[in-house]
């Protein structure tokens, strides 16, 4: 699951409303090649997919992600194109019943939110082709199709870097809550380091409270408190609390000259705190969608398919194209050894020779 777009569950309600309201109530971007012709347009394969996002896209580089797979995927097929984006509950119901309205080729929706909306949708419109990303029904149903990530694998190569990089032999994470799901971000940050520099020890603290994934004060005292105990590489895995955990980076340096370094989720965090962050653990939405549709084209949906390295839909920041623009610290030519320990490391994941445990597994 996405750490920048969580939020707190809340029960989900069904709402009738017109498709007029519900494209009042919610952004729709022009579709790239054809415009919003849909299945009737007069151009191309006639093929059309709708993305549905929970939340607006705005700066949210996870569901930008997504927006460029859509996109990809209507000019692999020749097709078009329509995003809906959505800003609560309400909205994300209104959206997904427009969507099945306008009966498009396959209607592919981010996020766990959707998880029970599709359900409903799927039963109620057999013939319909839902493509889910980054979460999957309780239930399996013939027209719809989950993509999952393996986020562990990715963490794993993070925590290289770290154990790699750290002076004081002490590394971290700063979690959203203490589950199987969540320590996929903490237990393989921690495994990463001690494969490439045995002796490293590793902590993990957890938000928690209230609001484990937007409380930026707790995820900045949890990481202030893993800096005063000598951990000098940090995992940032706390949702839209990354932020904290960012400044008591940045804090830290300032008032002793040395501080901790971060890690960055789902998108390139360097731009929002540069010089604190190494890397990111990066989840390409974009990936997914583009596959997802053309598997589900190809006759092959209803199936639950996993992204991780080996399919590229997982990956960090530093293997990526673009690397000197990124602001990254892993991108300082000192680093260059340590970037190839990395791809190294990386290559074994993909190919099976090394096996990262999961520890939602």
Known sequence: ???????????????????????????????????????????GSGKSFTLVTPDPVAQNEFLKLAVTGV???????????????????DSRQQNVASAVDSAPDVVALVGFEFADIVAQQAEAHPKQQFLLVDACTKKTYKNVTCAVFREHEAVFLAGAEAGLLTRSKKVGAVDVLDTPQ??????????????????????????????PFNDAARAKDQA??????????????????????????????????????????DANQCLTSPGEVVDNVLKKTDVAVEKGIG???????????????????????????????????????????????????????????????????
């Open 1 to 43: 699951m996405s750490l920048l777009s969580l939020r707190t569950h809340t029960p989900l309600r069904l709402t009738a409303a017109t498709v007029g309201a519900v494209l009042l109530a919610t952004g729709c971007n022009a579709a790239a090649k054809n415009g919003d012709s849909g299945k009737n347009g007069d151009g």
């Open 295 to 361: 598997q589900i084209l190809d006759g092959k949906g209803g199936t639950t398919v996993s992204y991780g390295l080996k399919e590229g839909g997982m990956s960090l920041t530093g293997l990526e194209p673009g690397l000197a623009d990124s602001k990254c610290l892993i991108a300082e030519p000192d680093n260059d050894d340590v970037l190839a320990r990395v791809k190294k490391l990386r290559d074994d994941i993909a190919t099976g020779k090394l096996t990262v445990d999961d520890p939602a597994a």
């Open 182 to 211: 969540f320590r996929r971000y903490s237990e393989p940050f921690a495994a990463g380091a001690k494969k490439v520099r045995p002796g490293v020890r590793s902590r993990t603290l957890f938000v928690g409270g209230q609001s």
């Open 71 to 89: 996109k990809a995927a209507a000019k692999a097929h020749d097709g078009s194109q329509k995003v809906f984006q959505s800003s609560d509950t």
């Open 224 to 265: 202030a408190t893993l800096a005063s105990g000598g951990v000098d590489q940090v995992m940032a895995a706390a949702a839209a609390g990354n932020t904290g955990v960012f400044q008591a980076a940045k804090a830290g340096k300032s008032a002793h000259g040395k501080g901790f370094q971060a890690y960055g989720v």
